[in-house]
């Protein structure tokens, strides 16, 4: 079923409140305040019943200008706008201000509805609605009906909810498909349950006993419980509104603005990169760097506005634009904003948003501009690009980066095979993808380091590989090696024997470097299981400047077989060790260390290091009585 929520909007003390409780029977002023001075103060909520017998959520604003910032906090989750204007005084600030307001946030159904009709003449009517008419030209009501009501008289409430049944028939449903999201718009404590939070449902669907998270300060909480018009309800969809009961949470830890959404869903921010409007009648030009008041879903932020390619935006133009918040906040790619000054507090335009996530931006700069471009009107796969080139180094799933940046999940995962076709993105496996400039960044480093390991150990195989995960600098070594597997793929590198080398490297001997290699075996092949002590015979016989590349590279070959820290054996003793022990192992239930040592003819030292190694490498099981191969 469609959800949908419908608000108020107009001068205060113009009939909006009256208006809700003639179509509904609820009253929505609330505070003690409210009924004192007569106004709305805070938002108020109820429902209706449309003729079709759809069932709609109803938000009043209030209308005095003291309290714009209260009716900012309602119309955000707007689908559809009662401009509500009193037949007796016509037009007024705060109608113009509202009807800005709706316009900014993209609210694109409504109905305007003319209150008091019963104090005015006929001749006087239309000449209201001519002014209205006059008002709304250019604007997403110039086509909408103009519908005159008279609450005390009961006239014209019907042709209303029938208007208000038509629009709400004709307009889409909100996106159930992404991960939920709801902005707080009241939060109070209820006798026997705890703490309450109240709002319109944005997006995704929100079921009782799911775990959530509070952002922005990413809290993990726990939903026992949702109302839905005071109904209990196993799940809420998206354009309904719901209270919710978090009753882990006191009250004073929620805030009207803060967002309860799926974990790990939205990513607090300094910073938004937006389009920015001026309106056509604001009083005052916007300058690079002014302070300013934004308004997103429920949240009043303060922040200031880099004008990224001027000085300063004129009324009526648009520019691209960094907001830089004094606070962090969590927003999605295409959210609507409004902006006001920070003094005098007015209206002054809004926009939309385009990055929810950016990195800082440079002004007056040609790549700047074209990455703006590409987040207001890029195809898929150019956003896609963009995002993945943008993070940079943080190896976001796809997954994650529909989220992060609203991308449509369901297409993304098509749109990077298509980019890594194009050799665009590569994969790294587990759904993360690299660019191609990244991934260049990457082969140049290893390429830099490997070469210069070549030139000072030109007797080694390569670099160990956990010193060539080192050396490349990131964090996690999965992402490490998939990008070293792509670099052997694209014949950059080897990997060979747990070494690193670059893919041209073969280790070549010099005439004098080979009579120190072959003596070397030769002499550990004379000492057979009586092996000689590395470190000794190193000092004794070559010298050890000489000895030690000449040696790690005979280690490397595995012509020798490093035992422990102290001995190493030739590679023939090594295999005829190995040989006799599966020998053994045929006649025996179990070999003991006794007997291997006698049987190999050698001492108990070099006995335990043997078969020590041959644990290690899996070649053998040390039992109670012995050992077994494995």
């Known amino acids: 079923m469609k959800h949908v929520i419908i608000g108020t909007a107009g001068h205060v003390d113009h009939g909006k409140t009256c208006l809700i409780k003639a179509l509904t029977g609820i009253d929505t002023d609330r505070l003690k305040e409210e009924k004192k001075r007569g106004i709305t103060i805070e938002l108020g909520f109820a429902y209706l019943d449309l003729p079709g017998g759809q069932r709609v959520g109803i938000v009043d604003v209030p209308g005095h200008e003291k309290f714009v910032k209260n009716m900012l906090a309602g119309a955000g989750g707007m689908d559809v706008a009662m401009l509500v204007i009193a037949a007796d005084e016509g037009v007024m600030p705060q109608t113009v201000e509202h009807l800005d307001i709706l316009s900014i946030l993209g609210i694109s159904a409504g109905v305007i509805v003319l209150t008091k009709t019963d104090l005015v003449e006929p001749d006087f009517l239309e000449l209201v609605k001519e002014d209205v008419r006059e008002l709304v030209k250019g604007t997403f009501l110039e086509n909408a009906p103009i519908l005159p009501v008279s609450v005390y008289e009961k006239e014209g409430l019907e042709a209303l909810k029938t208007a208000l049944g038509e629009i709400c028939a004709s307009l889409p449903e909100r996106k159930a498909t992404r991960r939920f999201r709801l902005p707080a718009d009241r939060v109070f404590t209820l006798k ?70 799926t974990k790990n869903s939205l990513y607090p921010t300094y910073m938004l990169d937006v389009k920015a409007d001026a309106l056509k009648h604001a009083g005052h030009k916007i300058k690079n760097g002014s302070r300013v008041h934004i308004y997103h879903g429920t949240s009043e932020l303060l922040g200031k506005i880099i004008l990224i390619d001027r000085q300063e935006l004129l009324p009526g133009e648009s520019a691209y634009a960094q907001l830089r918040l004094e606070q962090t906040a969590v927003a999605r790619k295409g959210d609507r904003f409004v902006l006001r000054f920070y003094s005098p507090v007015e209206t002054v335009g809004g926009g939309v948003i385009l990055d929810a996530c950016p990195f800082q931006k440079r002004r007056r700069d040609k790549k700047s501009l074209q990455v703006f471009q590409i987040l207001e009107s890029g195809t898929q796969e150019e956003l896609l690009e963009l995002f993945v080139k943008e993070s940079w180094g943080k190896f976001f799933t796809l997954e994650e980066l529909a989220d992060r940046f609203s991308l449509d999940r369901s297409q993304v995962k098509n749109t990077a095979d298509r980019l890594a076709e194009k050799k665009i993105l590569f994969c790294l496996g587990q759904g993360i993808y690299i660019h191609k400039e990244e991934l260049k960044t990457y082969r140049k480093k290893t390429e830099e380091f490997l ?144 007997e291997y040592r006698d049987t190999l003819g050698c001492s108990r030292k070099i006995a335990v290091a043997l078969l020590e190694h041959f644990d290690k490498n899996g070649f053998t099981r040390k039992t109670e009585e012995g050992r077994v191969l494995k």
């Not at 509070?214 to 005071?230: T, W």
């Not at 799940?235 to 967002?259: F, H, L």
């Open 451 to 594: 070469g210069q390991f070549h030139k000072d150990y030109p007797l080694k195989e390569g670099m160990g590989i956990e010193e060539a995960r080192s050396r490349l600098g990131l964090k996690d070594s999965g992402i490490t090696d998939q990008i070293f597997a792509l670099l052997k793929e694209q014949k950059v590198i080897k990997i060979e024997n747990g070494c690193t080398s670059k893919k041209s490297f073969h280790v070549v001997v010099k005439e004098d470097e080979d009579a120190i290699m072959q003596g070397i075996l030769k002499d550990y092949l004379h000492a057979g299981y009586a092996p000689l002590t590395t470190a000794l015979y190193g000092k004794e016989h070559v010298g050890q400047k000489k000895f030690q590349p000449v040696f790690t590279s005979l280690l490397n070959k595995k012509l020798l077989i490093r035992l422990d820290g102290q001995y190493c054996i030739h590679k023939e003793y090594y295999e005829n060790a190995r040989q006799v022990f599966k020998e053994m192992a045929k006649t025996r239930h179990f070999v003991t260390l006794g």
């Open 192 to 261: 026997g349950f705890g703490t309450i939070l109240t709002g319109t449902l944005m997006e995704g669907r929100l079921n009782k006993e799911q775990e959530a998270m509070l952002y922005p300060e990413e809290i993990p909480v726990k939903i026992r419980s949702i109302q839905v018009h005071g109904t209990a309800r196993e799940t809420a969809w998206a354009g309904e509104r719901v209270a919710v009961n978090i009753p882990d949470k006191k009250k004073e830890e929620i805030n009207r603005g803060d967002v309860l959404a």
